[in-house]
């Protein structure tokens, strides 16, 4: 093993060769700067394999022959050889980045380089205090010299800035290690320590200085407008190192340094930290620079880290494994994101969409992003939840609330970021330009981040109960990404076939799982063989819809919450990336991620909370919730985002509508079942039957009937298709709440098959419209019109359809309503019971608009030729016929054994259905699916024989048959009836479906940004206000202590 | 007026403070220990007369390394900046006085000899590396001025410099080789006290430092030396 | 009392006085050259701090010549270490300095003015 003094010596000494160098000899600089800065990569990483393989232990450099405290001595330990690795790999690969920039500067700039990491390596290790300041000092100035790299206006500027700024700090530093001379009598770290010298009043003076200026160098917030500046004005991969490379070291020093002071520093460390994690990402929400956003973020991310160094003692022996992870995400995404800015090269977030240019790059930018985020399988998910969890198991709710609120705040505008990427505006004429040596170090850093994130995983307490096999899987979709379509399509429906097979025997006892799981698997299938009909690659949709269906079944096979949760971000992320693939989709998308981010941080908190107390994670515990109020509530709230009640729904209609045409019905049908599922879960926990009189469920059946009301509303007035689909969801989705929320075994028993029916007439209708605006390439109903000649099998589709949705005999809809209405009797719901009832009413006007608009009346010219809908698409629409009319006709099959766990179960022993045979009858009635099947199919072909029979004789009309008075309306299609077909009644109801909720959120909205965009005005871009606030900071930070 | 007053406010809590930790201080009349081990121990173990040598170049070289590596670093990005505002014509400078340059043709070897000789015995006297090499530099400052218009080799000084950087750390790990660790004096025999030749390599460590700085220092004067005159006068 | 007449008590009092006369001509001068000036002055202040704190009375320079013997140095001098940091701090000090300097310099070569409220290009 090489001793760890030669890093500085090779750095240090080619530093001063390449002075030797001709001005000329850049070629063999660059080689030999390469060589030099691979070889403390190999010292560095062999120390820290073999530390960590305790093949051998921690050593201590001793220099000038002497021991401490008489000389310097440096430490390789465990944690000095992480650190010092991850600087010499950034170091190596930012070399490479930078180079072109480097050697356009000439021979001496690698010099400057070169030191740099010398710089950083000795801070890392050194256990002396002024020997810490003099090579912190060497890497300020080395700092500096390389944002002047950039040589333009700006970087002068945020130069100089820097330079007084850390200068000033540097300077409190030195007064700090003069009274520790002073007092402590020593110089060594551990000296001090061991001498335990704060007892003495003017030792606490040293330290105080001491650690403040350590504090100051991560740039707290408020006291940092300089560091954002340098983040701007540097060069891109300047700004890499500065984030990743000194951010590195600095909280190094504050773990190192922090045992000088006393226990009071922790706590202040946690609030500077949470002010600053707040605080920073707070004001990035309203920024457009790329890299001042990116500065932002990176404070941001050091807040956080300065807090789990503040907890420390609360964290306990999972202090490591959580520091590791949320450092580790930093580390790398942050690097890789101003190295992808570099490739970029837009100063603004809304220029992003060139970056399509390039797959790879988009890869990494996003694997980034959700790194950052915190969005499993990353490190930073399992680090997250595991400091919560801690945090939670003390009762420090407050600190929980502010890392949530925090990560939502970077959510936000890494999404809206993330959106411009993938979204956003491009002109063909620019190509995006990557050479190697610019791809090659962020590709490196975005492959660290899955082997950081198998290490998070093992490292942390519940990571070995994630099955990591479908992950696998999904990596292995972008691998194959470059095959046709057709191929992925094939693999992916095998695999969710074999997944299924093999997940059956596995729940086959619990029938409620197993109804879910088939609406996800089957629905699954069956969306994805409307797949089929897309030509080319299709790129990068396999992987996230693999992903959504992957969390969505995790949902199910969640043992604990921890696995409920990472499925419930699984299956976020990647619905999130299908719903923004539409064509219009991108404001969609972000409001979808937005409302999906807040209700997973409010099921996060809930979990928290729900875990105070309690020694496990099982899903049963929040039923055991010390403090059920807030964790019912929040975890409520949270799930209902995703079936978006009334209030939390204005993300739903966009996001469904502007979806691809088979995205639609996954998103739809399928997915808002996953919030249907977390309510099942959540209302189980608490206690079925026994909590049916909790206030919380009396006013989540509230907020279902307004929902079901408020949706169809909404739903009628629509001109597009598809909103009225995804109106009409909302409304759907307000049923199942109402019934839900009653408690009781009947409830229950319509919820469900509300559920089923739900997705299988929405998946339906969803495919059928959707292959209908295929063809017609509109969504507007009122331009459609008499498709019925030109797309039959769609028209069937819709009619079952919309006769399931509508609840009128002798299909499966009925079944749900006669449930419903014993359940509303039985429960005495009167008032929300007619609320529903009427929204049940007017459910029959928009069914009737959208078969009649669409399909009946007069054929538009221009869609004379227009083709059936392609075959993959009737496909899974008449198998979903098929299943509508077998869950007609024997819904026995599905309920009985639903009824029967309910009933067997400890939930809902009493009141259940009674079924004989086909026929189920409560106290108050009985009904039979199977003989209304009948009844009514008799009655209907009667009435076609009739109906036949009557207009045999009628004679047919030609279209144009027609004559217009006065005039030729300019858009004849707004003359028709189907355009705004209710306007009679919206002058009656129309008040009500004022887009109250849009409103307020957009209000919400605004006022979050305009705070945010005022209290930027802190960063006034004077360097001197900015050293003002850094005193200030110093004085009330002493000011606290003291 | 707000923003004056804020300032006002921020200058007297700082000094309140300091004032604090002025009150707190009361002083010594003792060597603490570690000072002790250098002014007993350290006499015999390092052999420089010079207390302050023995711990700069010896127990804290590391310090020292850090030191050189920043004004070598300094005279790098200083290079870096002011290349770019080398451009231009020069504007010819005024000729020197006859004092002046007469004064210096027997000034300059005299001070340069200082320098070296301050640097050469800075294990013994008071002085040292950093002392001689601003010594030295001041040579140039007085070349500069009297002979306005002479140019000045660039190549020189980086070759100096770089020379005595690595030798410094070829010294240095020597001591990991030879001796108790890097920067180790002991590589050398230690000699009789107080004697040129004592003190092991701290006398040749201190040249090539003194060497290093002066070429630095030179280095610094001669950038912004160029500059001049690049630009208006007002400046 | 008497000991606050004595010399070291005066110097670190005057070192804390530069001190806060150096930080209140960082924050208030609008000159980008005397800034950098009372940069140079806060850090003059510390050296002279770091040597105060060095200082025991009635010793002499830690140098062992004619008035200084090996055998009792330990007795006869000041703190050396204070000294051997306050050499480097200098040197810290210089390059900093003067990276300003040249810094200030290529802002002044752009804009054609020291005065630091025009530069304020980066801000929110």
Known sequence: MVSPIYIIAILLGMAFMLGLLSKSGTRIAGILTSVSLALPVYISISWFIQILSGNADAITIFTAGSVPPFSINLVMGLEEAFFTSAINILGLLGFIYLSADLKKQGVRAMALYLVLIMGLNVVVMTRDIFNLFVFMEIVTIAVAGLIYLKNDNQSKEAGFKYLVAVGIISLFFLIGIGFFYFYGGTLNIDGFIAANSVVVKGATIAIFFIIISIILELKPFPANGWALDVYQAATPGVSALISSGTATASIFVLYKLLPLGSEIWLQILTVVGAVTFLGSNFLGISQKNTNRLLGYSSIGQVGLLMMVIGFMPQLGSAFKMIFFSVFISHFLAKAGLFWLSGIVKKESITDWGILRGSNIALFLFGIFLFALVGFPPFPSFYGKWQMVMELAGTGRFIWIVIILLGSFFEGLYLFRWLGYAIKGEKSNEEKLQIPWDKIVPPFIFGISLFIAAYYANSMSVYGNTINLIPLVFILLLFVIDFLPAYIKNTITIGAMVYYAVNLYPSISDDTLRVVFAAIFLIGGILTMIAGYSVKGKRKGFFPFAVMMYFGLIGLIEAENLFQFFFAWELMTLGSYILIIRGKFSMKHAFNYMLFSLGGAYLIFLGIAMSSFGNTSLDIGIIGLSTMPGWSYTLLAIGFLTKTAALGLHIWLPGAHAEAESDVSPMVSGILLKGGVFGLIVLFLAMGGEQAASHPLLYSLGWLGAITALGGNLLAVFQEDAKRLLAYSSVANLGYILFALAFMTNIGWLSALTYSINHFLFKTLLFLAIGGVVLRVKTHNMYEMGGLIKQMPWSFIAVLIGIITLAGIPPLSGYAGKWLFYNAVITKGWYFQGVLVFFAGTIAFLYCFKLIYSVFLGQPKDRFRKVKEAPIWYLIPQFILIIGIMIFSARPDLVLKPIGALLTQSSYFPSDSLSWENVTASTNLGYWSGYKIMLVIGVMFAVLLVWLMYMSRKTQKVKQFNIVYAGERPFTPETTHFSHNMFSHYYKALGFLSAPLATRFWNITNDITHRIADGSKRLYTGNGQTYLAVIMAYIIIIYLIMF | ?235 | MTNLFSIEYITIFTSFALLVLGLWGIISQKNIFKIIISFSIVNTSIHLLLVSLAYIRNRTAPIIDSAVDRVNAAEKVVDPVPHALVLTAIVIGIGITALMLSYAFTMYKQHKTLDINQYKSLKW
């Not at chain 2, 505002?85 to 300059?108: I, N």
């Not at chain 2, 070349?143 to 070829?170: A, C, D, P, R, W």
């Not at chain 2, 009789?192 to 030179?218: H, R």
């Open chain 2, 1 to 235: 007026m707000l923003r004056n007053s804020l300032r006002v406010i921020i200058i007297a809590a700082l000094g309140w403070i300091l004032f604090q930790v002025y009150s707190g201080y009361s002083s010594r009349d003792e060597l603490n220990e570690l000072a002790g081990y250098y002014a007993t121990e350290g006499l015999s173990e390092v052999g420089a007369a010079n207390l302050v040598t023995s711990v700069v170049v010896t127990y804290r070289g590391l310090d020292t390394l850090g030191e050189v590596t920043i004004l070598f670093l300094t005279a790098l990005i200083i290079g870096l900046m002011l290349k770019a505002e080398h451009r231009g014509d020069r504007t010819r400078l005024r000729e020197s006085s006859e004092f002046l340059v007469t004064a210096s043709h027997v000034l300059l070897p005299v001070i340069f000899m200082v320098g070296v000789y301050i640097f050469i015995n800075g294990h013994l006297t008071p002085g040292g590396g950093f002392q001689g090499g601003a010594i030295l530099a001041s040579t140039l400052i007085l070349m500069l001025l009297s002979f306005t218009n002479s140019k000045i080799s660039h190549k020189v000084l980086e070759i100096t410099e770089s020379v005595s950087g690595i030798s410094f750390i070829v010294l240095g790990i020597l001591g990991v080789i030879l001796a108790g660790g890097f920067l180790d004096n002991k590589i050398l025999p230690l000699g009789e006290f107080g004697k040129l030749f004592s003190a092991g390599a701290i006398p040749v460590i201190y040249s090539f430092i003194g060497l290093k700085v002066g070429a630095e220092l030179s280095t610094i004067i001669l950038e912004f030396n160029q500059i001049q005159g690049t630009d208006d006068k007002s400046l």
